[in-house]
């Protein structure tokens, strides 16, 4: 069985500041991982994927994730937070067969102060 | 290009009634999934469609159930509504052909069900 874990519920940072949002997940075989973001009252944006390829995997809006097998690890990065990056962040998992669905996290609330 | 696109945007219905919802995916795109999001936690996974067949289910009660057009476009009926169903249902859809198991989901801006 597929799962994730959001470590944190809710992180609160400074405009300017770095930002880390943790996930761990659990898969019986080749995950692909992919984060996404949702603003207050819309639909969920594709933030970036990892699909086996390169273990750094970059995003839109300056985001950076890392795939860690040895640690089963998808952490979300940013090197300077921006007050537009405030909203909910889902870390999910899908399996490698085609139509399966996807496994969302619980997610975790990015508030940005300035 | 269009976007995944769901209608209506909002609904209030009373216990009991039933509910139909509508998406229609992005030109090019065969599959379209069912998600449902209770406010304050991750969407959950109703129903998955391709070429009109169901190709997967979440754990959902026989009150929910599905559809897909010969467009490609596809209704989530939910009937005899409890208070509980009251979330914000997002359609998806996939890109299908090789490698798209890896291919991300798009998704729509969802419906806004009420249930009083």
């Known amino acids: 069985a597929q799962s994730v874990t959001q470590l944190d519920s809710h992180v609160s940072v400074s405009e300017g500041t770095p930002v880390l949002l943790r996930c761990n997940y659990s898969s019986s075989y080749s995950p692909s991982l992919f984060?996404?973001?949702?603003?207050?009252?819309?639909?969920?944006?594709?933030?970036?994927?990892?699909?086996?390829?390169?273990?750094?995997?970059?995003?839109?809006?300056?985001?950076?994730?890392?795939?860690?097998?040895?640690?089963?690890?998808?952490?979300?990065?940013?090197?300077?937070?921006?007050?537009?990056?405030?909203?909910?962040?889902?870390?999910?998992?899908?399996?490698?067969?085609?139509?399966?669905?996807?496994?969302?996290?619980?997610?975790?609330?990015?508030?940005?102060?300035? | 290009d269009a976007?995944?696109?769901?209608?209506p945007t909002h609904l209030i219905k009373t216990r009991g009634q039933h509910v139909t919802l509508r998406c229609s995916p992005i030109s090019g795109h065969k599959s379209v999934s069912w998600y449902q999001q209770v406010l304050g936690q991750g969407p959950q996974f109703i129903f998955q469609y391709y070429e009109k067949e169901e190709r997967g289910r979440g754990n959902?009660?026989?009150?929910?159930?599905?559809?897909?057009?010969?467009?490609?476009?596809?209704?989530?009926?939910?009937?005899?509504?409890?208070?509980?169903?009251?979330?914000?249902?997002?359609?998806?859809?996939r890109g299908v052909g090789v490698g798209a198991y890896n291919s991300p989901l798009h998704f729509g801006n969802g419906t806004r069900l009420t249930v009083t």
């Open chain 1, 35 to 114: 984060w996404y973001v949702q603003h207050p009252n819309k639909g969920l944006q594709l933030l970036l994927k990892y699909t086996s390829a390169a273990t750094l995997v970059k995003g839109i809006n300056g985001f950076e994730a890392e795939f860690k097998k040895s640690e089963t690890s998808f952490h979300l990065t940013k090197p300077s937070a921006h007050m537009s990056d405030a909203a909910e962040y889902f870390c999910v998992v899908s399996g490698w067969q085609a139509g399966t669905a996807l496994i969302f996290g619980k997610g975790t609330t990015l508030s940005v102060s300035s």
């Open chain 2, 3 to 7: 976007g995944v696109t769901q209608s």
């Open chain 2, 60 to 93: 959902f009660p026989d009150r929910f159930s599905a559809r897909q057009f010969p467009n490609y476009s596809s209704e989530l009926n939910v009937n005899a509504l409890l208070l509980g169903d009251s979330a914000l249902y997002l359609c998806a859809s």
